[in-house]
């Protein structure tokens, strides 16, 4: 029988899974350069399931819509959500491709560069969707992003914003000719220079939509935020995300 999580989510997240591998280097490489990394790093990642992630570690009940591959990091990613208490009922794992990967190099400033290869992401289809509507219906919140293909994101948006349910979108990464729908099905629509805080950030804004409407906006965002600013003083992306017993209790 499925938990009250999984069958009643207050936080739906459309969108991407990617195993993170993470190199940390003094500097950045110039082309046809290599140089010595002095840390390497697996990680959980991807902005759909880094948002996902956030949002239940504050206590919100999330469900996540994505594709994983049939493979190890795929299996990986499943139990990682079910660790942190995320509904996997509409998790596929498939065949037909890998799970995807973000290969990321940050240097001793804090900067990087990120190559993802979408693999198992770009196979989430309108036929998943159908199989979540309800879910989605039943949702206070429902958030996507770019990381998947854009038009199960806009669907998805659209499926939300005719139920009533309120909605965010992330347009990362960035997409020249954004299809102007995106505004129209999107009630805030929040765009982010910093992947992980970020992600935090977005995670931590659907928590607070759907727990906490009273609040005004701005509200909403200062606590967000304040959330995301504690992610940055940790390393890894997931790894770095606070639980709501370890902030502050006035943010809640």
């Known amino acids: 029988m499925a938990s009250q999580a999984q069958t009643?989510?207050?936080?739906?997240?459309?969108?991407?899974?990617m195993t993170?591998?993470?190199?940390?280097?003094?500097?950045?490489?110039?082309?046809?350069?290599?140089?010595?990394?002095?840390?390497?790093?697996?990680?959980?990642?991807?902005?759909?399931?880094?948002?996902c992630i956030q949002a239940a570690r504050l206590g919100a009940k999330v469900s996540m819509i994505c594709k994983?591959?049939?493979?190890?990091?795929?299996?990986?990613?499943?139990?990682?959500?079910?660790?942190?208490?995320?509904?996997?009922?509409?998790v596929?794992?498939?065949g037909d491709a890998a799970t995807g990967v973000a290969s990321i190099?940050?240097?001793?400033?804090?900067?990087?560069?990120?190559?993802i290869v979408a693999g198992a992401n770009l196979l989430l289809d309108s036929e998943d969707l159908k199989k979540a509507t309800g879910t989605i219906a039943r949702a206070k919140v429902i958030v996507c992003q770019l990381e998947i293909t854009p038009a199960v994101s806009l669907e998805a948006l659209k499926v939300a914003?005719?139920?009533?349910?309120?909605?965010?979108?992330?347009?990362?990464?960035?997409?020249?000719?954004?299809?102007?729908?995106?505004?129209?099905?999107?009630?805030?629509?929040?765009?982010?220079?910093?992947?992980?805080?970020?992600?935090?950030?977005?995670?931590a804004l659907a928590f607070y939509m759907a727990r906490y409407p009273d609040l005004s906006l701005e509200e909403m965002i200062k606590r967000s935020n304040s959330i995301a600013s504690v992610?940055?003083?940790?390393?890894?992306?997931?790894?770095?995300?606070?639980?709501k017993q370890d902030l502050p209790q006035d943010l809640f």
């Open 68 to 90: 994983v591959g049939k493979d190890s990091f795929g299996s990986d990613y499943v139990e990682n959500f079910i660790k942190n208490n995320v509904s996997t009922d509409f």
């Open 92 to 94: 596929t794992q498939t």
């Open 161 to 203: 914003h005719n139920c009533g349910v309120k909605t965010i979108f992330n347009p990362a990464p960035a997409a020249p000719d954004l299809d102007p729908r995106f505004y129209i099905y999107s009630d805030v629509f929040c765009c982010n220079e910093s992947e992980g805080a970020g992600d935090s950030f977005v995670g």
């Open 20 to 51: 993170d591998l993470v190199s940390l280097t003094a500097r950045l490489p110039n082309i046809g350069e290599t140089i010595h990394g002095h840390k390497f790093f697996i990680g959980f990642g991807g902005k759909g399931a880094n948002q």
């Open 8 to 17: 009643d989510p207050e936080v739906v997240v459309v969108g991407s899974c």
């Open 231 to 243: 992610s940055v003083l940790a390393a890894g992306t997931q790894a770095s995300y606070p639980f």
């Open 105 to 115: 190099l940050v240097n001793s400033e804090g900067q990087n560069t990120i190559i």
